[in-house]
């Protein structure tokens, strides 16, 4: 754990020059350590006299020297980032100034901020819980629309408030059992163990939901993976580089070309995918082939969406086989089957492909010349659709980071624990442990766990005696 008390600075805008640079400066020693290289133009316009929220303008100097005509923004504790005293200079872009700038800083008794302490101060001083103060890095990194609001819901605390939530329900209960634990030679129940077992179903409930929409969410937030799929030359890598508009993988008739995996992202609407182009699908003796294969159906596993490329030009059991087998092997991928190449097959050829290749339910059946880019825009339209957003564009909350979902399986195996424990009937001491273990995965998310929160609940709406 960092000195909290010490005051820290640093650039918060990116490396380089530009147009506007700002420093900022947080902690207690904020105002002092600014007053000392900064003079008002305004004489009443003192640094540690105006009110919050306040814009400054002034000159920066090193003793005589002027370095830059800035603009200092004023923010009282608490009601600034990290909840203390703080500072922003606004000066204009150039790297000396903004070097010089926080050489004078640190000159005059700030520190350079460690990575992250920004928002750490604002996590200690209660500006943000953990799981927010996580959101601030996904927004800064977010590349795509879908990523921005996912990241922005929970920033502004919708996680939080649905964690927060179950957690004080299960406090309420545990806090009565444990009154009926030292009122135990008494026989009084305080706890009604059918309302616990509905309890329990009702959080239960709630923590799959947001341990399964992780895999939504990790794919908004990395790019939803799209693997592309067929037989050799089928017009796979012809695709990937119809989608990207640029080529990006070599396109050849030779068979085999594509012998290892190519990934590349493309931001469609709002939502990245990223397409990954795939050996093709075929008996081989080439080792390194078989490799490039077995690396095929791997991601194919790995994929949200499958493109399944068929040709339309060439042999129809071939397509109807290769068909076949991707639905063998997909479980809960969605699946979009490309009739390819319908600009070199015949009036025949497409006629026989159209009747021996149907769509099941819940897929998707797309003619396209991928050489030309004919129809790539009706393929784009459609992964749009595959991309579950409803979620999303409800403000219901959903998972991203992968410490939440590792903590919410936990937070899922406490709860069957409970569960088993009802329904066996045993005691309250161990039933309170696993309920306990619970409240303290949940903290885990937002950063509230305390040994004390069991005891502090019981005397806040259970005082006996008084």
């Known amino acids: 754990m960092t000195d909290n ?24 020693k904020s105002f002092d350590i600014c007053k000392k290289i900064f003079n008002p133009v305004k004489s009443d316009r ?38 203390e005293n703080s500072i922003e200079i606004s000066c204009h872009g150039s790297t ?24 750490q101060r604002a996590f200690l001083n209660g500006k943000l819980d953990l799981s927010q103060a996580e959101a601030v890095a996904d927004l800064i990194a977010s590349s795509s629309k879908a990523a921005h609001k996912l990241a922005m819901n929970q ?5 939080s408030k649905e964690i927060n939530s179950l957690r004080m329900e299960l406090l309420n209960f545990i806090s009565l059992v444990e009154l009926e634990l030292d009122f135990s030679e008494e026989d009084v129940e305080f706890a009604d163990r059918s309302q616990l077992v509905a309890l329990v179903e009702k959080i239960t ?42 080529d990006r993988a070599i396109v050849s008739d030779i068979a085999g070309t594509t012998r290892d995996v190519i990934e590349d992202t493309v931001n469609i609407e709002g939502v990245t995918f990223r397409f990954i182009d795939t050996a093709g699908i075929r008996t081989t003796r080439d080792k390194i082939e078989s490799l490039g294969i077995e690396r095929t159906y ?33 479980d809960q991928q969605q699946l979009i089957i490309i009739a390819n190449k319908i600009d070199k097959a015949t009036d025949e050829q497409l006629e026989a492909f159209n009747k021996a290749v149907v769509a099941n339910s819940g897929e ?46 936990h937070a899922y195996e406490s709860l069957e624990r409970v569960t088993e424990g009802l329904n066996s009937n045993i005691s309250g001491d161990f039933l309170a442990q696993d309920i306990r273990m619970c409240i303290h995965h949940l903290g885990e998310i937002t950063g509230t766990i305390s040994a004390d929160d069991v005891l502090g609940h019981i005397f806040k709406n259970f005082c006996i005696g008084k």
């Not at 400054?56 to 005509?69: P, Q, W, Y």
């Not at 009282?76 to 909840?83: E, I, L, M």
């Not at 939803?224 to 119809?242: C, E, F, H, R, Y």
């Not at 992964?383 to 919410?408: F, G, M, P, S």
């Open 96 to 119: 000396y100034i903004q070097q010089k700038i926080l050489q004078l800083l640190i000159e005059n008794g700030a520190r350079m901020a460690r990575p992250g302490e920004y928002t």
């Open 298 to 330: 791997s991601k194919i596993d790995q994929a949200n969406v499958v493109l399944l490329l068929l040709d339309t030009s060439r042999d129809l059991e071939a397509s109807v086989e290769s068909l076949s087998n991707i639905r063998k092997r997909i």
């Open 155 to 159: 920033v502004r605390g919708g996680f």
């Open 364 to 409: 998707y059946l797309i003619h396209i010349a991928a050489k030309s880019s004919h129809n790539i825009d009706t393929l784009n339209e459609v992964l749009l659709k595959t991309c579950d957003n409803t979620t999303a564009d409800n403000n219901q909350v959903i998972v991203t980071n992968a410490r939440h979902y590792e903590i919410l399986c």
């Open 5 to 28: 008390h010490d005051t820290i600075c640093a650039i918060a805008t990116a490396n380089g020059n530009g147009a506007i640079a700002v420093i900022r400066m947080s902690g207690n």
């Open 46 to 83: 003192d640094i540690e006299t105006v009110k919050g929220n306040t814009l400054v303008f002034g000159t920066i100097h090193d003793n005589s020297d002027i370095i830059d005509e800035v603009l200092v923004s004023v923010f009282r504790a608490p009601h600034s980032y990290t909840g």
């Open 205 to 246: 409930k709630v923590v799959v939901r947001l341990r399964d929409s992780f895999k939504l969410g990790n794919a908004i937030k990395n790019g939803i993976p799209v693997t592309i799929a067929g037989d050799t030359n089928v017009g796979k890598s012809t695709l990937l580089n119809a989608l990207l508009n640029e």
